[in-house]
T-cell receptor, first 115, second 111 residues
């Protein structure tokens, strides 16, 4: 089954404790992206990657890091989480075709709470 | 800055009626526009994509229009059903690799 898998789905942590949210896709997609979703603000892009070793900032990259060492994986790293990073996070992927990522396949989301 | 507006108030309609959701945008010239469905606690699911040179697109009971002069897209669900109740997101993209999302409109279809 084609899917984007995120882990963990739920996490409560404390300020400053480094954490990683993993994302893996089994569709051989070049494009992967991380979004955060907050009430009233919609989905905002954090980082995206067009292929292995190619990453770029989205609209809200501060406080986050990413890496793309393998095509299928795109982990999101919070080196020193703060309460304003409490949010619902989504990973998404797609093949690149004709400019732009086109339709996106989303994971089920990771709800992060930073105390 | 780029801005996408979707009605933040929930749309409440009777089963069988046509639901019409609106997506307006400013300070942007998108190459395409997409609509997604999102159920509570789930990731968005792609529904339709319409390009800037297309006026209308249909898929089963769904219809999307795209007016680049008005900077607006309308999303219609005909013969609505309670199972159509969800939040609907519009998203705009261009030839770059960013996709900008609206905050969504919640649709409630009463039996």
């Amino acid at each position: 089954e084609a899917q984007v898998t995120q882990n963990p789905r739920y996490l409560i942590t404390v300020t400053g404790k480094k954490l990683t949210v993993t994302c893996s896709q089994n569709m051989n997609h070049e494009y992967m992206s991380w979004y955060r979703q907050d009430p009233g603000l919609g989905l905002r892009q954090i980082y995206y990657s067009m292929n292995v070793e190619v990453t770029d900032k989205g609209d809200v990259p501060e406080g986050y890091k990413v890496s793309r060492k393998e095509k299928r994986n795109f982990p999101l790293i919070l080196e020193s989480p703060s309460p304003n990073q409490t949010s619902l996070y989504f990973c998404a992927s797609n093949k690149l075709a004709g400019g732009g990522p086109g339709e996106l396949f989303f994971g089920e989301g990771s709800r992060l709470t930073v105390l | 800055s780029q801005k996408i507006e979707q009605n933040s108030e929930a749309l409440n309609i009777q089963e069988g009626k046509t639901a019409t959701l609106t997506c307006n945008y400013t300070n942007y010239s998108p190459a395409y526009l997409q609509w997604y469905r999102q159920d509570p606690g789930r990731g968005p699911v792609f529904l339709l994509l319409i390009r800037e040179n297309e006026k209308e697109k249909r898929k089963e009971r769904l219809k999307v229009t795209f007016d680049t002069t008005l900077k607006q897209s309308l999303f219609h669900i005909t013969a609505s059903q309670p199972a159509d109740s969800a939040t609907y997101l519009c998203a705009l993209g261009d030839s770059s690799y960013k996709l900008i999302f609206g905050s969504g409109t919640r649709l409630l279809v009463r039996p």
